[in-house]
Nanobody, 117 residues
Framework: HLQASGGGLVQAGGSLRLSCAASGRTFSSYDMGWFRQAPGKEREFVGT????????YYASSVKGRFTISRDNAKNTVYLQMNSLKPEDTAVYSC????????????WGQGTLVTVSS
């Protein structure tokens, strides 16, 4: 079970940190991904972090502004979002799976991020 939290309303240029808490004892066995879906648009890949936390990968639209980290002891993955833009407005969701296989079988409920101009 995955649960994302931390969304809210923020002004353009501001920052927000999302969390995704996982239940169970196998959190460290999965790569974790963040995705987002803006109103009327398809779901978009944001970034991933490997199960060890050793490497991350980001979509070009967020690279340099967003940072993914994880704490396997707390079964939690984070998405630090800086320099937010109105086009970052979306429902952000976390997923667990295997990044190299582009396989994300486990999804959490999303959290809404709204960036005002």
């Amino acid at each position: 079970h995955l649960q994302a939290s931390g969304g809210g309303l923020v002004q353009a240029g501001g920052s927000l940190r999302l969390s995704c808490a996982a239940s169970g004892r196998t959190f460290s066995s999965y790569d974790m991904g963040w995705f987002r879906q803006a109103p009327g648009k398809e779901r978009e890949f944001v970034g991933t972090i490997r199960r060890s936390g050793a490497s991350t990968y980001y979509a070009s639209s967020v690279k340099g502004r967003f940072t993914i980290s994880r704490d396997n002891a707390k079964n939690t993955v984070y998405l630090q979002m800086n320099s937010l833009k109105p086009e970052d407005t979306a429902v952000y969701s976390c997923a667990a799976g295997t990044a190299s296989a582009v396989s994300w079988p486990y999804w959490g409920q999303g959290t809404l991020v709204t960036v005002s101009s």
